[in-house]
Every structure is written in C-alpha cells, then in structure tokens.
Nanobody, 123 residues
Framework: QVQLVESGGGLVQAGDSLRLSCAASVRTFSSYTMGWFRQAPGKEREFVATINWSGGNTYYADSVKGRFTISRDNAKNTVYLQMNSLKPEDTAVYYC????????????????WGQGTQVTVSS
C-alpha cells in the first residue's frame, strides 16, 4: 500500500515559481513510476509529468515542457514538481500519483493518488 502526502501549493503571480513535494509512505518507493496530474475547474484531470523508478527518464505534457521539472529522491521517498514561469492557465488542483505499471511513459493506470494541492496563478 502506498500513501502519498502533498505540500507546496499556494497563490502566486504569473511568472513566479513553486515547488510541489509528494512524500510517499511505502517500502519499495523506487519500484514505482511517479506522476503529477492536475485538474482545473470545469475540466477533466490531465497528465502533467512522469518519472521512472530510477529518475533517469522523464516525460512531460506539451503544455509544461521547458517550464516544469519532475524529479525524485528515492532516499527520501519523495517526488517533486518544480514549476517555473507559471501562467494563469496552470491554475488547478495538482495531484501526485504512483503506479506499478511497466509501460513507458506511464500516462494512464496509476494505482495510488494523493489528496491534491491547490495552485492558483493570478495575472
């Protein structure tokens, strides 16, 4: 069983940066692919980024490429999402997810989810 606890959301202005953190309670954290998703008001949840078990491979949605960076620290059982040059359209609830699937990139079929953290970007 995996438990995910997120932190780092908040209210910022366009152009600012935030770093989201997701702490995992699990024996074999390094066995899981980790991902970030977001859901804006009135819209479906969308994929943002994913990182494989070793941290050597990452994959991003086109909307965040060049601005967001996903990383992980297996020694700390933590995955991060560094968000730079934030735009109002980045406003959403951001969710951390863990998956045991072997496919790459893992965009679907995540097994565990965090509670979500609100990110609001004003103009």
């Amino acid at each position: 069983q995996v438990q995910l606890v997120e932190s780092g959301g908040g209210l910022v202005q366009a152009g600012d940066s935030l770093r989201l953190s997701c702490a995992a309670s699990v024996r074999t954290f390094s066995s899981y692919t980790m991902g970030w998703f977001r859901q804006a008001p009135g819209k479906e949840r969308e994929f943002v980024a994913t990182i494989n078990w070793s941290g050597g491979n990452t994959y991003y949605a086109d909307s965040v490429k060049g601005r967001f960076t996903i990383s992980r620290d297996n020694a700390k059982n933590t995955v991060y999402l560094q968000m730079n040059s934030l735009k109002p359209e980045d406003t959403a609830v951001y969710y951390c997810a863990a998956g045991y699937g072997s496919s790459w990139p893992l965009i679907y079929d995540y097994d565990y989810w965090g509670q979500g953290t609100q990110v609001t970007v004003s103009s």
